[in-house]
């Protein structure tokens, strides 16, 4: 199952974090990406330049591991656990 969610900080809460949690139970391992659409919307439009520095800059970024936040589902699990208490 895939699922995208469109929100503003606002709405992202401890709620929704559960919710989430019920929807994908019978999952082993799930992946959540979060980027925000005020910089490069997939609804504005780009040159291919742009686009082509975009990609380069991301390339950087996982080659040299900058801007790159991971977690296991037990550390998701613990986080999501910490904030209901």
């Given at each position: 199952m895939v699922t995208?969610?469109?929100l503003t900080p606002d709405e992202l809460t401890v709620e929704l974090l559960?919710?989430?949690k019920q929807m994908f139970s019978a999952s082993k391992h799930i992946e959540i990406e979060i980027r925000s659409l005020s910089e490069n919307s997939l609804y504005d439009k780009e040159t291919k330049e742009e686009?082509?520095?975009r990609i380069l800059k991301a390339i950087d970024n996982v080659e040299n591991k900058k801007k790159i936040v991971a977690f296991t589902e037990n550390e998701f699990t613990e986080l999501t656990d910490n904030?209901?208490?």
């Amino acid at each position: 199952m895939v699922t995208t969610l469109n929100l503003t900080p606002d709405e992202l809460t401890v709620e929704l974090l559960e919710q989430i949690k019920q929807m994908f139970s019978a999952s082993k391992h799930i992946e959540i990406e979060i980027r925000s659409l005020s910089e490069n919307s997939l609804y504005d439009k780009e040159t291919k330049e742009e686009y082509k520095e975009r990609i380069l800059k991301a390339i950087d970024n996982v080659e040299n591991k900058k801007k790159i936040v991971a977690f296991t589902e037990n550390e998701f699990t613990e986080l999501t656990d910490n904030l209901l208490k």
